[in-house]
Nanobody, 130 residues
Framework: QVQLVESGGGLVQAGGSLRLSCAASGLPFTTYAMGWFRQASGKEREFVAAISGGGSRTNYGDSVQGRITISRDNAKNTVDLQMNSLKPEDSAVYYC???????????????????????WGQGTQVTVAS
């Protein structure tokens, strides 16, 4: 059974940085594309970032482009989200996601819909104070 456990959320001042981490188990890690979505109160889930199994292909949502970096450590089965220059509008519950994708070095930019990821973590709250 696939398990995704997020950590690293919390309260940060605007302009600050935060690093989220996701530990994955129960899956052949390199054959899964990993990603992050977020959901603010009263809003729909929004794509944040995704990374291919080999780690060489990354995609980002328009609202976080240039401020957020996704990375993965295939030896540790973890995927991280480094968030810089945080804004109050980045406040949301952040979810780690995974989907089977056997192409190590490609990931279509169109892979940004919640329905395309069939494994979700419980989420971690990020709050950015103004």
């Amino acid at each position: 059974q696939v398990q995704l456990v997020e950590s690293g959320g919390g309260l940060v001042q605007a302009g600050g940085s935060l690093r989220l981490s996701c530990a994955a188990s129960g899956l052949p890690f390199t054959t899964y594309a990993m990603g992050w979505f977020r959901q603010a109160s009263g809003k729909e889930r929004e794509f944040v970032a995704a990374i291919s199994g080999g780690g060489s292909r990354t995609n980002y949502g328009d609202s976080v482009q240039g401020r957020i970096t996704i990375s993965r450590d295939n030896a540790k089965n973890t995927v991280d989200l480094q968030m810089n220059s945080l804004k109050p509008e980045d406040s949301a519950v952040y979810y780690c996601v995974a989907t089977r994708w056997t192409y190590l070095h490609t990931l279509p930019s169109s892979y940004s819909l919640p329905s395309q990821y069939d494994n979700w973590g419980q989420g971690t709250q990020v709050t950015v104070a103004s």
